[in-house]
């Protein structure tokens, strides 16, 4: 199994802001997701993360408004930029160890 | 048309019951199949995964997959006011460790004492 935290937990943001996402894995992991949870509609995954290399986007993701680092095997960061209240959402990571994928406990952005 | 649907709820049903969730999908690219349970204000948390068609069974969840209908359900034997949480299915190609899920919206389960 795997133990992820992710800060913040939650912060509420000005529009036009930007917002950096941290995830901390206790294990080392090749692979670590994004995802998206807005209200009423399903996890959706922004972008794949491999330690050394570019960030795979989803279609309907760009690099410029999420961009994300993969520093070691342990930890990413996503931020969301230029922020507007589109942007609300659950943000969570997830790393895949053998045949499970686990999930942080997401951070909950509020954008006024 | 959505690759996964799922019947968001509400669902209420009484401490005891027996509990349906269900999906359908319509990629047939789709060969592992997941049912994850989050509760409020956490992250999901995986309760089972099965590849073939047929029942898995483990403790009071059953799992059911019959990939000729594209349909997937998960059964809930005795429940508990435990188990109120959103109950998300996911699907993916392939071993789903490091492959990207397709989630459905989840269904929102509540179990009345």
């Known amino acids: 199994s795997a133990v992820i935290s992710q800060k913040p937990s939650r912060d509420i943001c000005q529009r036009g802001t930007s917002l950096t996402i941290q995830c901390q894995v206790d294990s080392q992991v090749t692979m670590m997701f994004w995802y998206r949870q807005q209200p009423g509609q399903s996890l959706t995954l922004i972008a794949t993360?491999?330690?050394?290399?570019?960030?795979?986007?989803e279609s309907g993701f760009v690099i410029d408004k999420f961009p994300i680092s993969r520093p070691n095997l342990t930890f990413s960061t996503l931020t969301v930029s230029n922020m507007s209240p589109e942007d609300s959402s659950i943000y969570l990571c997830s790393v895949g160890i053998y045949r499970e994928q686990f999930f942080g406990p997401g951070t909950r952005l509020t954008v006024l | 048309q959505k690759e996964v649907e799922q019947d968001p709820g509400p669902l209420s049903v009484p401490e005891g019951a027996i509990v349906s969730l269900n999906c359908t999908y319509s990629n047939s690219a789709f060969q592992y199949f997941m049912w994850y349970r989050q509760y409020s204000r956490k992250g999901p948390e995986l309760l089972m995964y099965?590849?073939?068609?047929g029942n898995k069974e483990d403790g009071r969840f059953t799992a059911q997959v019959d990939k000729s209908s594209k349909y997937i359900s998960l059964f809930i034997r005795d429940s508990q006011p435990s188990d109120s949480a959103t109950y998300l299915c996911?699907?993916?190609?392939?071993?789903?460790?490091?492959?990207?899920?397709?989630f459905g919206t989840g269904t929102r389960l509540t179990i009345i004492p």
């Open positions: 993360a491999n330690q050394g290399s570019e960030a795979t986007y």
């Open positions: 996911a699907m993916s190609p392939q071993n789903f460790g490091n492959e990207k899920l397709t």
């Open positions: 099965t590849y073939s068609s």
